[in-house]
């Protein structure tokens, strides 16, 4: 969403990465299912979001494993609820889902995971307009602080954190904690980060996918916030 609203004309920026998303991404199917690796999903239906990062992540196991997107049928459903009606219906052999959306099913056995995305992880980010960043640049310093400040706290107590998390959100405390230990939440903007809005981009861009080019990727990120933030957080006792 990130990389197609700005080349749709919006003034986005990311500032922060916000979390990279491998093990809690996967492709599912159910437990009667006669697929059983990557490469038994030649020729099936897939459920997922076309044109998400869940999308990329797809074409980059496939490919891993010696297939194409035309090795398959894509479905648009975004929604894990639209993706389980379908498979239970018949119209779809498979999907593309996350962890957390699917945990119950997953501990009682209904539904198994045939691959992760751990070797093509998802990458979600901070996005702050730009003329917001130009006119407020002390309340965007100060809004990341408080995210590495957060951050902090919730290393040095992730018990408390997964408590609250669990009363947010409405998922089981348990299913908090194994999902927080799938999930990077290093807030700084990598070098591995850069070549994955790269990729992303260019995947966007051969599937057609964007209103038009970004000519300097360089205008997707600015990580100067998060890295005076993090020197910040750092030096206060």
């Given at each position: 969403?990130m990389?197609?609203g700005i080349a749709?004309?919006?003034n986005?920026?990311?500032?922060?990465?916000?979390?990279?998303?491998?093990?809690?991404q996967?492709?599912y199917?159910?437990?009667?299912?006669?697929i059983k690796?990557?490469?038994?999903?030649k020729?099936?239906?897939?459920?997922l979001?076309?044109g998400?990062?869940?999308?990329?992540?797809?074409?980059?196991?496939l490919?891993?494993?010696?297939?194409?997107?035309e090795?398959?049928?894509?479905?648009?459903?975004s929604?894990?609820?639209?993706q389980?009606?379908?498979?239970?219906?018949?119209?779809i052999d498979?999907f593309?889902s996350?962890f957390?959306?699917l945990?119950?099913?997953?501990r009682?056995?209904s539904?198994?995971?045939i691959?992760?995305f751990?070797?093509?992880?998802?990458y979600t980010?901070f996005v702050?307009?730009r003329?917001?960043?130009?006119?407020?640049?002390?309340?965007?310093q100060?809004?990341?602080n408080?995210?590495?400040?957060t951050?902090?706290w919730e290393?040095e107590n992730p018990e408390?954190?997964?408590?609250?998390?669990?009363e947010?959100t409405g998922?089981?405390y348990?299913?908090?904690l194994?999902?927080?230990s799938k999930?990077d939440l290093n807030?700084q903007?990598?070098?591995?980060?850069?070549?994955q809005?790269?990729?992303?981009y260019?995947?966007?861009?051969?599937?057609?996918?964007?209103?038009?080019?970004?000519?300097?990727l360089?205008?997707?990120y600015?990580d100067?916030?998060?890295?005076k933030a993090?020197d910040?957080?750092?030096?206060e006792?």
């Amino acid at each position: 969403p990130m990389i197609t609203g700005i080349a749709g004309g919006s003034n986005g920026v990311a500032i922060v990465t916000q979390s990279r998303q491998s093990a809690t991404q996967g492709v599912y199917t159910g437990k009667d299912s006669s697929i059983k690796d990557v490469k038994d999903l030649k020729g099936k239906r897939i459920g997922l979001g076309i044109g998400t990062f869940t999308h990329k992540c797809l074409i980059g196991v496939l490919e891993s494993a010696g297939l194409k997107e035309e090795d398959v049928e894509l479905v648009n459903l975004s929604t894990a609820d639209e993706q389980l009606s379908a498979y239970e219906s018949g119209s779809i052999d498979a999907f593309v889902s996350n962890f957390a959306s699917l945990y119950d099913s997953l501990r009682d056995g209904s539904v198994v995971q045939i691959v992760d995305f751990s070797t093509h992880p998802a990458y979600t980010f901070f996005v702050v307009r730009r003329d917001f960043i130009d006119k407020y640049p002390d309340i965007t310093q100060r809004l990341v602080n408080v995210l590495v400040r957060t951050q902090k706290w919730e290393e040095e107590n992730p018990e408390e954190a997964a408590k609250l998390v669990a009363e947010y959100t409405g998922l089981g405390y348990d299913a908090v904690l194994e999902l927080r230990s799938k999930v990077d939440l290093n807030l700084q903007i990598t070098d591995e980060d850069k070549s994955q809005i790269e990729y992303t981009y260019n995947f966007l861009k051969k599937h057609d996918l964007l209103a038009s080019d970004i000519d300097d990727l360089s205008v997707v990120y600015d990580d100067t916030y998060i890295k005076k933030a993090i020197d910040t957080v750092n030096q206060e006792k």
